[in-house]
């Protein structure tokens, strides 16, 4: 099944006949699954000028992707098609002029769609021998379809018409095809006015128009693109320009961006920052980085919890390896204790016996952080209570239950307070774990009262004198009563804890001793 064209008559003016031989002369020199082939051409007995073509029976291309609902990617596919025939066209020399969705038809072939290109009839030859017989009546006219055509055509100066005219057509086309709509609106317009509009407006981008148009825009098929909203507008305002200059140079251009469109490419039509293409790079490679980043997480996680875990381990060891000074410091460090590092504590307590540093520093540590359980503390009032212990090791006991288990009933004066207190008027006052006791103070003031008096000891009785005063400080009456009493060794101690209670006992501390002077006296 063939096409054949021929003059009717009536029409076989001299300048319509040149244009005809035209065409047959330029579609001689083509050969493109894209553009309609001449099969055959010559005259008829009556001397009227034919030729024979393929025979297309496709419908235009803004028709057919409407009526077949196409998606944005394949009507990119098919724009590329129609670049590609006409790069070939360009290759060969010839410039179509007239392109537009009538001249852009979509036959369907075993199913799938394909661009045949036609209408080769008003086309310019590059090489001017081809078409010399009909430039003459070009001279001053308009050629093309208004809608489609380039701002130089409208100069009505054919020698400014190249290659990027067809681009600009092109362009057209994918506007009309991503908005339903032409980019200049010339229905209702004089000639001289849409020629005026063509030469010195840009037009609307194609995703400012959509959003004018409102319902009736086919956001579904911008849907589907997604993220491609801002690089269509690039690539088709490219195409667009006014100046040819800022126009994609080829036919070949223009499709290679439609590819990286579809591709997930970074675009010719803006220039390529840094941040762009590798956005784009992301995007292609989504599955990868998706993967590379969540193991990047795992890693990092990973070093996190090992870092965690050697800080752990580092503060354990610095914990057992304090001197009887610097342990609370080391364990007001941490404000919690977290489950593996009472998982380790718990690993130390039953390695490490009681009587060692260590082991009672663990046990301190969990005290210290209400992490302890029943059985800790029950081991260290089982030692404390058991006479046949050595006194440093009950001491020790002591001091990390006295800091960290005031509460509990047993630190009473007729029980442990009595054997405690005793304990504290033996060390010596300046003892590190002396603080640890405060929080029992209160039990063990009977017995350090008794001490003051009635050990035979004058250090234990100094010794009993410096911890009233250092549990008891606030407590000035009592204090200057003791003063009253106290033997001269007990004197400076108690003054001590006076003085630092500000002028109120110091005031009170002279005046009680120049009463015992005038007394004396």
Request: proline fraction near 5%; hydrophobic fraction near 40%; charge should be positive.
């Amino acid at each position: 099944k063939v096409a054949l064209k021929v003059i009717k008559l009536g029409m076989d003016t001299k300048a319509f006949v040149s244009r005809f031989e035209t065409e047959r002369d330029l579609l001689a020199v083509m050969r493109h699954p894209h553009i309609a082939r001449m099969i055959d051409g010559g005259a008829t007995q009556a001397g009227r000028p034919y030729f024979v073509m393929e025979y297309v029976d496709g419908i235009p291309i803004t028709t057919y992707a409407k009526q077949a609902k196409l998606t944005l990617e394949e009507r990119l596919q098919l724009l590329i098609q129609a670049c590609e025939g006409i790069h070939h066209a360009h290759l060969n020399g010839i410039i179509h002029r007239d392109l537009k969705p009538s001249n852009l038809l979509i036959e369907c072939i075993d199913g799938k769609p394909y661009v045949k290109i036609i209408d080769f009839g008003i086309a310019k030859a590059i090489d001017r021998s081809v078409t010399d017989r009909s430039m003459m009546t070009e001279a001053g006219q308009l050629l093309g379809t208004l809608g489609y055509m380039s701002p130089e055509q409208g100069v009505l100066d054919v020698s400014l018409v190249d290659g990027r005219t067809d681009i600009y057509a092109l362009g057209a086309v994918m506007y009309e095809l991503l908005t339903e709509v032409l980019p200049f609106n010339l229905d209702k317009l004089a000639r001289d006015e849409s020629l005026r509009i063509i030469r010195t407006e840009n037009p609307t981008k194609p995703s400012t128009r959509l959003r004018q148009q409102g319902d009736n825009a086919p956001e579904k098929l911008w849907a589907a693109g997604g993220f491609l909203r801002k690089e269509l507008d690039w690539v088709v305002m490219k195409a667009l320009e006014r100046n040819p200059t800022r126009r994609y140079q080829a036919a070949s251009e223009f499709g290679d961006d439609m590819h990286r469109l579809l591709e997930n490419r970074p675009v010719l039509a803006r220039p390529a920052s840094v941040s762009y293409a590798f956005r784009k790079w992301v995007y292609r490679n989504r599955q990868a980085v998706i993967t590379c980043v969540m193991v990047s997480v795992m890693i990092a996680i990973a070093s996190q919890v090992r870092l965690h875990q050697v800080a752990e381990r580092t503060w354990i060891q610095r914990l057992l390896e304090a001197n009887t000074r610097d342990v609370r410091r080391v364990i007001s460090e941490r404000r919690s204790l977290s489950p593996s590092l009472v998982e380790s504590l718990t690993t130390e307590v039953q390695q490490r016996p009681l009587n060692t540093r260590p082991g009672l520093h663990a046990r301190l540590a969990m005290l210290a952080q209400r992490s302890a359980d029943s059985s800790l503390s029950a081991s260290l009032w089982q030692t404390l209570e058991d006479d046949g212990q050595p006194e440093m090791l009950r001491f020790h006991a002591a001091a990390a239950l006295a800091a960290h288990a005031p509460e509990d009933n047993r630190w009473n004066p007729t029980a442990m307070g009595a054997d405690v207190a005793t304990w504290l008027a033996e060390q010596s006052p300046v003892h590190p774990w002396i603080e640890h006791f405060r929080p029992i103070a209160a039990h063990l003031r009977a017995t350090l009262e008794s001490d003051l008096f009635h050990r035979p000891s004058p250090r234990l009785r100094e010794n009993a004198a410096i911890l009233l005063g250092k549990f008891f400080p606030n407590d000035i009456d009592r204090l200057l009563v003791f003063v009253t009493q106290a033997e001269p060794n007990q004197m400076l101690p108690l003054a001590e804890a006076l003085r630092t209670r500000g002028p109120k006992g110091v005031d009170r501390l002279k005046a009680i001793l120049a009463r015992d002077f005038r007394a004396v006296r």
